[in-house]
Structures are given as structure tokens and as C-alpha cells.
């Protein structure tokens, strides 16, 4: 159970687009189509931003979009607007009822 | 208001017990499995256990497997986790969630509650 591998940080000015990458192995990201995305303010609920690699949940925005390619799942988000700076996480299904998280990537805008 | 809110943090001693609880309103409790998710002091998150929708199946990470105990209440809409010989990897916030239906994803989460194992 080892974390999926994600770039510490990133960062992008308004208006532009930013890809977070999110590297597993073929036990977990390669495996299923279930990588989620969260958004995480420090101190408050992390959000679900997207679920089963690409679909939104309700209320959502579609500036978030979701891919995976092998072992590895994205996380893009276009237009970038100050309010998405914030930590973000993925997670995959791991197999057997477990699942794990990524590092955590900071998005500075 | 779909809600989660934890209760049962604090300090304790290493090799020491705690229960937290969480306390779900809004939903149908009965029919969601729920996790439970912690995230330590400057880390990432870290996915901790789920119990299914009627508290028959339960799986753990393995950090706390024969340490931890997850369980559930539906009469009470609450969920536990007992957790047993803490250490100091335990400190953590640790957040309630709910499992989404319809696809893979963790869809509620409770604001969390802080453990901090210290002698």
C-alpha cells in the first residue's frame, strides 16, 4: 500500500491550465478505472472534484477534468481561477477492499 | 443537510486506547459503507478502514490492521473506530466519509477530529 506518486507542488496564472499528474502501478491506478480527485482548503473537508477518473459529481465544475494512461491519472483544471488554489489529492482503488492516496500536490495560482 | 461530525479526539499516551464516533444526519445512513480517512500533521492523506453498508465486512490499511476496529451503529446513524496500542504514527486528523454510490469515490466528509498520541 504504498501512496501514489504526485508532484509536490504546481502552479499557473489565471486564466491559464495546469495538469496534475498521479503515478501508481498497475495494483491500483493500471488496474481499475476508480481514480478519484479531491480539493483540500487546510482546516476544512476535503471536496470530491471527480470519481471514476473523469466524472463529475453534482455541482462540479467541468473546468475539472479527469484522464489515465496506464499507471498514471490527471487531473487538468482550465481557467485557472484563484479560488482553486488549494492542495489536491488523488486516490485509487487498491484491490481487496483498500484504497490509497497520492502525496497531495499544492496548487499555487 | 447531508452531515458528517466526528467526536472522541485528543491526547493520549502511546500504547493507550481511544474510540471516536461520527455522527451522520441528512442521508440514509444504513445504506452507505463509510470510511474512515486521517491525515498527519504536514502529510497527505491516508486512507484508514471501510466497513460496508450493514457492518458485516470490514477492511483495513495495513498500518492499523490488528490495532484498529471499525464499526457501526444504524439504529444510532453513527459510526466508530476503536483504536488500540497507539504510537506516535497514529496522531493525525481523522475524518469520517461517506463511500458515494454510483461510482468510486469518497462524496462526504466530516470536518475530522485531531488525535494526538504523546506521552
Known amino acids: 500500500q504504498s501512496a501514489l506518486t504526485q508532484p509536490a507542488s504546481v502552479s499557473g496564472s489565471p486564466g491559464q491550465s495546469i495538469t496534475i499528474s498521479c503515478t501508481g502501478t498497475?495494483?491500483?491506478?493500471?488496474?481499475?478505472?476508480?481514480v478519484s480527485w479531491y480539493q483540500h482548503y487546510p482546516g476544512k473537508a476535503p471536496k470530491l472534484m471527480l470519481y471514476d477518473v473523469s466524472k463529475w459529481p453534482s455541482g462540479v465544475s467541468n473546468r475539472f477534468s479527469g484522464s489515465k494512461f496506464g499507471n498514471t491519472a490527471s487531473l487538468t483544471i482550465s481557467g485557472l481561477q484563484a479560488e482553486d488554489e488549494a492542495d489536491y489529492y488523488c486516490?485509487?482503488?487498491?484491490?481487496?477492499?483498500?484504497?490509497?492516496f497520492g502525496g497531495g500536490t499544492k496548487l499555487t495560482v | 443537510q447531508v452531515q458528517l461530525v466526528e467526536s472522541g479526539g485528543g491526547v493520549v499516551q502511546p500504547g493507550r486506547s481511544l474510540r471516536l464516533s461520527c455522527a451522520a444526519s441528512?442521508?440514509?445512513?444504513?445504506?452507505?459503507?463509510m470510511h474512515w480517512v486521517r491525515q498527519a500533521p504536514g502529510k497527505g492523506l491516508e486512507w484508514v478502514t471501510i466497513?460496508?453498508?450493514?457492518?458485516?465486512?470490514?477492511y483495513y490499511a495495513d498500518s492499523v490492521k490488528g490495532r484498529f476496529t471499525i464499526s457501526r451503529d444504524n439504529s444510532k446513524n453513527t459510526l466508530y473506530l476503536e483504536m488500540y496500542t497507539l504510537t506516535t504514527d497514529d496522531t493525525a486528523v481523522y475524518h469520517c466519509v461517506r463511500d458515494m454510490s454510483g461510482g468510486d469515490g469518497f462524496d462526504i466528509w466530516g470536518q475530522g477530529t485531531m488525535v494526538t498520541v504523546s506521552s
Open positions: 498497475s495494483s491500483d491506478v493500471g488496474g481499475y478505472n476508480s
Open positions: 441528512g442521508f440514509t445512513f444504513s445504506k452507505y459503507a
Open positions: 486516490c485509487s482503488y487498491a484491490g481487496s477492499s483498500t484504497w490509497v
Open positions: 466497513v460496508s453498508y450493514d457492518g458485516t465486512n470490514k
